[in-house]
């Protein structure tokens, strides 16, 4: 059975830094592409970053912000978000894909496997 731990969400100043967490048992994580997604009130879920074969994607809105990695070894996917602003303010999900291959970053029905979130509120 999959599952998937987010920690390291909290509250912080725009600005500031957080690094978020996802330790996963169950699957191989070199074997599936990895991402973070994060939802807001009132909005739609959306894809931050992901890791697979191909190497890293970013949304727009965090590139040259966030940072996502991967320790095989830890079985841990990680997010470094730096620079953060209050529209970064969600809750923060992993997800598994059942593929290495993430395919384009918003298409979460590629993503079998989801942890039960983190929140992180940025304000101003």
């Known amino acids: 059975q999959v599952q998937l731990v987010e920690s390291g969400g909290g509250s912080v100043q725009a600005a500031g830094s957080l690094r978020l967490s996802c330790a996963a048992s169950?699957?191989?994580?070199?074997?599936?592409?990895m991402a973070w997604f994060r939802q807001a009130p009132g909005k739609e879920r959306e894809g931050v970053a992901s890791?697979?074969?191909?190497?890293?994607k970013y949304a727009d809105s965090v590139k040259g912000r966030f940072i996502i990695s991967k320790d095989n070894a830890k079985s841990a996917l990680y997010l470094q978000m730096n620079s953060l602003k209050p529209e970064d303010t969600a809750m923060y999900y992993c997800?598994?894909?059942?593929?290495?291959?993430?395919?384009?970053?918003?298409?979460?029905?590629?993503?079998?496997?989801w942890g039960q979130g983190t929140q992180v509120t940025v304000s101003s």
């Open positions: 997800a598994a894909s059942w593929s290495i291959y993430c395919g384009p970053l918003g298409d979460d029905s590629r993503y079998n496997s």
């Open positions: 890791i697979g074969y191909a190497g890293t």
């Open positions: 169950g699957l191989l994580i070199s074997s599936s592409c």
